[in-house]
């Protein structure tokens, strides 16, 4: 009698496989998904004017003294609070 159960098998065929080359491959599709994401979005740049200034239609709520440790945090807080124009 033959026994069937003793035939290689083609190493695609095998569940264990996938698992092994299914985790590392996925997270190379993500990461390079999210480069492309990275580089497609890129946020812009906010240039001032020659006096300090921002430009108009920037949007942002005026700058504070840099010496002011919660100059972040106001402007941040003051930005939220202002009513969309």
Same mark, same amino acid.
């Given at each position: 009698?033959? %026994?069937? %159960? %003793?035939?290689?098998?083609?190493?695609?065929?095998?569940?264990?496989?996938?698992?092994?080359?299914?985790?590392?491959?996925? #997270?190379?599709?993500?990461?390079? /998904?999210?480069? #492309?994401?990275?580089?497609?979005?890129?946020?812009? #740049?906010?240039?001032?004017?020659?006096?300090?200034?921002?430009?108009?239609?920037?949007?942002?709520?005026?700058?504070?003294?840099?010496?002011? /440790?919660? /100059?972040? /945090?106001?402007?941040?807080? %003051?930005?939220?609070?202002?009513?969309?124009?």
């Amino acid at each position: 009698m033959a %026994n069937d %159960n %003793n035939k290689p098998v083609a190493w695609w065929r095998v569940p264990m496989v996938w698992m092994v080359v299914g985790g590392p491959l996925s #997270v190379v599709v993500a990461s390079v /998904a999210t480069a #492309v994401i990275a580089w497609k979005h890129i946020d812009p #740049v906010i240039t001032t004017t020659p006096q300090g200034e921002i430009r108009p239609g920037d949007n942002m709520a005026p700058k504070l003294s840099p010496k002011d /440790a919660l /100059a972040p /945090a106001q402007q941040g807080r %003051n930005h939220a609070a202002t009513p969309q124009r």
